[in-house]
């Protein structure tokens, strides 16, 4: 039972690249979460996904999209990337009873 | 607007001292508050959840109040260690069908040998 996974750990990219950061849990929870996570901040709720075919915006969805694939994995797109998405990215999944899951997190630079 | 203020933002304690960090919410509906510990360059870990009806959770050596008159929360660690080095992040739900989580901006605690 590896919990939430995300890959990659570290990625540099370059203004305008694109890139999909992978989330996938085996924990057979309904919700999952995308969160940046940026200094003197709180983690802030980029998109999430209620159920398996389901998403919807959070508090800072510009800039991004998602996709659910099934009910294990939840993907997030930087379609043309910043340097205002220089963040640590994190994937969470929750369980009914509230109990919220958290992966490794994504440390993504933009040059 | 729904906040989550922590306080201090930052503490040094002595390794084997107690310390207490607190929390005031202004999230509504409330649904639940909870407190995870985030270690350097991993993931927030879970602690406690609270719910309304609950004033204190414990988890080991870390023990959790809730007031939800004054809206308040306190993390209170005993007997620290140095692994308790981490910062601590204070998150209310609101109750709006779906979990939605205020996150505060955490307390980064240091315990010194």
């Known amino acids: 039972n590896a919990g939430v996974t995300q890959t990659p750990k570290f990625q540099v990219l370059k203004t305008g690249q694109s890139m999909t950061l992978q989330c996938a849990q085996d924990?057979?929870?309904?919700?999952m979460y995308w969160y940046r996570q940026d200094p003197g901040m709180g983690l802030r709720l980029i998109y999430y996904?209620?159920?398996?075919?389901?998403?919807d915006k959070g508090e800072v969805p510009n800039g991004y999209n998602v996709s659910r694939l099934n009910k294990r994995e939840f993907s997030l797109r930087l379609e043309s990337a910043a340097p205002s998405q220089t963040s640590v990215y994190f994937c969470?999944?929750?369980?009914?009873?509230?109990?919220?899951?958290f992966g490794p997190g994504t440390r993504l630079t933009v040059t | 607007k729904n906040q989550v203020e922590q306080s201090p933002q930052s503490l040094i304690i002595l390794e084997g001292k107690n310390c207490t960090l607190q929390?005031?919410?202004?999230?509504?509906?409330?649904?639940?508050l909870r407190w995870y510990k985030q270690d350097t360059g991993r993931g927030p870990v879970s602690l406690t959840i609270?719910?309304?009806?609950?004033n204190t959770k414990s988890n080991g050596r870390y023990t959790a109040t809730l007031d939800a008159d004054t809206k308040q929360s306190s993390l209170h660690i005993t007997a620290s260690q140095l692994s308790d080095s981490a910062s601590y992040i204070c998150?209310?739900?609101?109750?709006?069908?779906?979990?939605?989580?205020?996150f505060g901006t955490g307390t980064r605690l240091l315990v010194s040998p």
């Open positions: 969470a999944s929750i369980w009914d009873s509230g109990e919220q899951y």
């Open positions: 924990m057979n929870h309904n919700s």
């Open positions: 996904s209620a159920s398996e075919g389901t998403t």
């Open positions: 929390c005031n919410y202004t999230v509504s509906p409330f649904s639940n």
């Open positions: 609270m719910t309304f009806s609950e």
């Open positions: 998150v209310v739900s609101a109750n709006t069908g779906f979990q939605k989580l205020v």
